[in-house]
């Protein structure tokens, strides 16, 4: 599967950015997915995710409320919707495709695919 990410930028607090993630190569609907990001000097980590069975979604503490994680399978595309944005949130945004169980859906050495990062600025 290979995947490209889009729809990073520059908005200021408060503000939305829609990420989105195409795949192609294998059958998208066949695998759960995930979106992470790497702030500066920081370690990489979970933003949301969404098991292939589809149904319900999983995100990180920091942003729930605020993002939504969807997907639409005939379109092979992956998004996340970001409110609500805030300086913190400022990272290179990662999305990803795998089968991970629900145990490790949170943890990126699960996901089998990534595709490259977009970058997120949120200014104050």
């Known amino acids: 599967v290979q995947l490209q990410a889009s729809g990073g930028g520059l908005v200021q607090d408060g503000g939305s950015l829609r990420l989105s993630c195409a795949a192609s190569g294998r059958t998208f609907s066949n695998y759960g997915v995930g979106w992470f990001r790497q702030a500066p000097g920081k370690e990489r980590e979970f933003v949301a995710g969404l098991r292939k069975s589809g149904g319900r979604t999983y995100y990180s503490d920091s942003v729930k409320g605020r993002f939504t994680i969807s997907r639409d399978n005939d379109k092979n595309t992956v998004f996340l919707q970001m409110n609500s944005l805030k300086p913190e949130d400022t990272a290179v945004y990662s999305c990803?495709?795998?089968?991970?169980?629900?145990?490790?859906?949170?943890?990126?050495?699960?996901?089998?695919?990534w595709g490259q990062g977009t970058l997120v600025t949120v200014s104050s």
């Open positions: 990803a495709a795998g089968n991970p169980i629900l145990s490790e859906l949170m943890a990126a050495r699960a996901y089998w695919y």
